[in-house]
């Protein structure tokens, strides 16, 4: 970084900040303060003229949480968080990992502060593409326990949260402890899918305790509700308009800790891909919520249905999902399969053979209406609803997800009407 490196303060009326603006104007010219801010509110709004690089901020500053730190690194701001020597001991540092504050020192030692700030301003690029303000407050991708699976699909309503629960709900039939995620931005409908009816969203809690820096494992686990054994669900949005109370930096780090509660994540997305043009330079993005799951993902399945319309719908969504170039690949389910649509299963896989990555990737699940009708009306998974065409489906996806060599592939449309077998 060239020229001096221009500094804002955020104190909050700590004792530090006296000896803090020495140490900064002895460092004149390589630094220049360009302002002692009253609060956070003024501490953004100096961010968004673009003229800082670097901020010094209390741990106390009121307001302070992973969505304002997002904003001054999209600024082009890097943060230095100032914290007292007992806030170190209860364990301050945790908490700025989890806003997605890079730097932090101690009040009683600021002698190399200004090095530190000029650390941080070097970390920060001026301009952040729009979509990705949670990139940087919390890695989804980063240090976890857990296999994160998320089920995406076009628009269409192909069967994406039919899909999702029966994935995870299989995992923990399997023994192998799921943890199932509605982060559908449109209003998913996972918790009526498992017959619970509480109006309290597990994810609008957990995204608030995130975007404060407060959430753990235990606290996500206090969120969550126990389905089943081995299932856990976190509720999803109550009502559709309430999507923009999830930013992306809160729901990141929501991620990174339920990615660490039980051996698998499977989340239950949005259809949509698509930034908004006219929220550009919004603080929220609607579809940010989906596009942060996928890049969590270590596996991708997505949905598609099985008639003409359905099939189309897919292979644009893989083309568009394949632009977005996410680490993981993608596992292709094209359900409710059915021999009135006068298709043999070879003939579904071609279909798809220019779109999917391989046709071994693409799964078939056939259209058991009656089982999906009786799994809905009892608020309960397929596995608990018993044997049935589309939970054997299932289990061979969950097969292909685990690794599991299973043998010959049997056919979804089982035998041809009016076809006998030979003796």
Sequence with gaps: MSGPLPVLVAASGAGWEAAALERLRAAEPAVLLLKRCVDLSDLLVSASTGQARAALVSADLPGLDADSVAGLRKAGVGVVMVAGVEQLADGVGVRADRLGVGRLVADTDLGGVVDVLRSAGKDVAPSAPALDDGADAADPVGSRTG?????WGPAGAPGRTTVAVGVAAELARRGSPAFLVDADPYG?????????????????????????????EAGLIGLARQVGPGLRLLTGLPRADRWSEVRAPAFAGLLAVAAGVDEHLVLDTGFSLEADPSAVEAPVQRNAMTLTALEAADEIVVVGAADPVGLSRLARGLVELRGL???????VVVNRAR?????????IRSLLGDFAESTAGVHLLPDDRAAVDRALVAGRSLSECGDSPLRRGLAGLVDGLLGVETGARHSVFGRRPGRRRSR
């Design 147 to 151: 296999t994160v699976v998320a089920v």
């Design 188 to 216: 998913g409908t996972v918790a009526q899918h498992l017959g619970v009816l509480d109006e309290v969203s597990g994810l609008l809690a957990a995204a608030r305790m995130a975007n404060a820096g407060h959430l753990d």
């Design 325 to 331: 170039g996410l680490r993981a690949s993608a596992r």
């Design 339 to 347: 021999t009135s649509l006068g298709w043999k299963e070879d003939d």
